[in-house]
């Protein structure tokens, strides 16, 4: 069978269940309690926040555990926009994930901002000259995806941020699909803000990660005890802590920054070729199909795709009938009868964006892979076609 839908979630890695096991049994101590046993959580969380650190080139200081993408958004849009006194205006772009397209919209609700929803081109890069002219005095807060979980494109992130700061804005990105094939970081990227997920990663779900500049305000969503620097109260997840930060280091708690990025760019360098093959295959086999999204600016392991005239959610049972397991956009929407606001916001119709079908691995699937999937694919266009 080929799993290839690793953009929804990720099997927990070996490495990072190892890790976590001795959390989840004989130390279970609460962080906070003063003793030996609190005393021996505290450390390891401790330690968890300093790798993560290492590899965002962050202080531990600025690393904050969540629960989740969505939960980090949340807090990261709501927070540092509340806590803002500057002004009441926040920009986001059209195909950001719900997270944070939610977060805008409940601040426009109950909180009196406005917010402008920047358009994207066909290939879904925001342009910064869009961005640059959207941006006013009273701009508290940009949000923009790193990368998108349905179509792969990647954006400018750091010049966007740039254009935020120009006005005295911060700049918050959503790094959940690009962490783990992309360079990410507070310096790296330029912002103030982002947020990732660990189970893409191969963490457990119900890991994350905020990371947050020092001095950048955020108002906390959830109050109590304090914990996280008051940014997050709630007894500590050390084991969920743990395994973020296993998962986040690729090569192990105890592995470099530096291991990391040779690490990911390998991965990269190798799904990226796969990728461009499994575009190419499925473009030529497949009649009337095309890609969505940027083909120079895409996440390695993404392929996504429309099949005019098909309803993609019946590609994907015949998928599966051959072994392949994908999906047609963001698990996070499963369900929904609407047609894709990413997709639709590319300047496709309804009819065409039901038609999508997003394929995402990681560098396991090989080159010899590719004509089983592409045939795959082929097939299972060819059969819904079949049936009218």
């Not at 969920?240 to 470099?256: I, R, Y």
């Amino acid at each position: 069978m080929f799993y290839l839908d690793r953009a929804a979630t990720t099997p927990v890695r070996r490495e990072v269940l190892e890790a976590m096991w001795p959390w989840l049994t004989g130390g279970f101590g609460n962080p906070s309690s003063t003793h030996g046993i609190g005393d021996q959580a505290a450390r390891g969380l401790a330690a968890a926040r300093a790798s993560v650190a290492d590899v965002l080139g962050c202080r531990p200081a600025e690393v904050v555990f969540t629960a989740g993408g969505t939960e980090g958004a949340n807090t990261a849009v709501k927070g540092i926009a509340l806590a803002t006194p500057r002004g009441r205006h926040v920009v986001t772009s059209a195909i950001e994930h719900e997270a944070v397209l939610a977060s805008c919209e409940y601040l426009e609700r109950f909180h009196d901002f406005t917010v402008t929803v920047l358009p994207v081109d066909a290939s879904g890069r925001v342009d910064p000259a869009v961005l640059a002219a959207a941006l006013r005095p009273d701009t508290t807060l940009v949000s923009i995806a790193h990368a998108d979980n349905e179509i792969g494109t990647v954006q400018d992130i750091p010049a966007l941020a740039a254009l935020a700061h120009g006005v005295g804005a911060r700049f918050h990105t959503d790094a959940v699909q690009s962490a783990p094939w992309l360079p990410i970081g507070l310096d790296v990227l330029g912002v103030d803000a982002l947020s990732f997920s660990g189970h893409k990663l191969g963490a457990p779900k119900g890991t994350g990660v905020l990371a947050i500049r020092a001095g950048v305000p955020m108002e906390p969503l959830v109050h109590g005890g304090g914990q996280e620097r008051g940014r997050r109260s709630g007894t500590e997840d050390v084991a969920g802590a743990v395994a973020v930060a296993t998962a986040l280091s690729v090569g192990g708690a105890s592995a470099s920054a530096a291991t990391r990025a040779s690490s990911v760019f390998a991965s990269s360098v190798l799904a990226s070729s796969v990728r461009d093959a499994v575009l190419d295959g499925v473009v030529a086999r497949v009649p009337g199909a095309f890609v969505t999204g940027s083909r120079e600016h895409r996440l390695p392991g993404h392929a996504s795709f429309c099949f005019p005239g098909v309803n993609g959610e019946t590609v994907l049972l015949e998928l599966e009938q051959r072994d392949v397991v994908s999906s047609s956009g963001s698990a996070c929407a499963a369900g929904s009868t609407e047609a894709s606001h990413v997709l639709t916001a590319l300047g496709l119709s309804d009819e065409v964006a039901r038609s999508a079908v997003r394929l995402t691995f990681d560098a396991s699937l090989s080159e010899a892979d590719v004509p089983v999937v592409v045939g795959s694919v082929a097939a299972a266009v060819a059969a819904v076609r079949a049936l009218g």
